[in-house]
C-alpha cells in the first residue's frame, strides 16, 4: 500500500481543491464518476491518503420511493458478486459461481449480476479503497456489471462545487497522471503556482529490497 502526501506549497489556493480521480477501462456512456479523493486544502497546509488499491461493490435500489443500498462486499478480479432479495426485502451481494464468473468475465474484471427477486432495477457503485469510484445506474435483472480500472492516480485543481458533484470522463485530459509503481512506499505530490498556471510535483520514496 503506498502512503500519499499532498502538498498545497502556495501562499493561495485562490477558492480551489485538489481532486485525484481513477480511470475506468471501457467506460460507457451513463455511468457517473466520482472524485476518487477531494482534498479541501488551505495555504500550507497538507493531507494525506492511501492508495488502497481494494476493489469493492454495493448496489442501490429505488424501493416504494426510499432509496435502499446493500453492504459494500470486496471483490477480485475474475470474482463475480451477485444482487439478491433474501425474503424479498431490500438487496444485498453475495459470491456467485466459479462457472457464473467464468462464463461472464475476464479475469482482470470484478462483476455484480442482478439477480433480485421479484425483479429489482440497480445502481451499482464500484469502490476502490472504500471510495466511490463510479456509480452504474439502471443495472436491470438478469444484466452483469463489469468493473476494471487503470491504477494511475489523476490529480486535478478545480473550484469546488456547491453541492453534490457532476464529475464526467471528459475531466481526465485535464488531469495530470501519477503512474504509481509496485516499490514506492511513500508519494509526496506538491502543488504550486508558477506564472498564473497550478502545476503538480511528484516525489517518491523507494522501499528498501
Known sequence: MMKCIVIAD?????????????????????????????????????????FDTTISACVSANMRGNSV??????????????????GGLSPKLMPASDGQAIARLTTEQSGVLNMTQP???????????????????????G????????PVMYF?????????????????????????????SVLTVRLYWERNRWLFDFQSDWQAE
Open 119 to 141: 425483479p429489482l432495477p440497480l445502481d451499482c457503485q464500484w469502490r476502490v479503497g472504500g471510495s466511490p469510484v463510479l456509480t452504474v445506474p439502471g443495472v436491470d435483472w
Open 10 to 50: 502556495v501562499a493561495d489556493m485562490r477558492g480551489k481543491s485538489v481532486l485525484v480521480f481513477l480511470r475506468p477501462l471501457r467506460p460507457t456512456r451513463n455511468i457517473r464518476i466520482h472524485a476518487w479523493q477531494v482534498l479541501d486544502l488551505s495555504a500550507g497546509a497538507y493531507a494525506s491518503f492511501d
Open 156 to 184: 486535478m485543481v478545480a473550484a469546488p462545487l456547491l453541492d453534490g458533484e457532476n464529475f464526467t470522463v471528459q475531466t481526465f485530459t485535464d488531469a495530470v497522471p501519477f503512474y504509481p509503481s509496485p516499490d514506492t
Open 143 to 150: 444484466m452483469t456489471c463489469t468493473f476494471e480500472y487503470d
Open 69 to 86: 443500498a446493500s453492504e459494500a462486499v470486496a471483490v477480485t478480479p475474475g470474482e463475480l458478486l451477485q444482487a439478491v432479495r433474501p
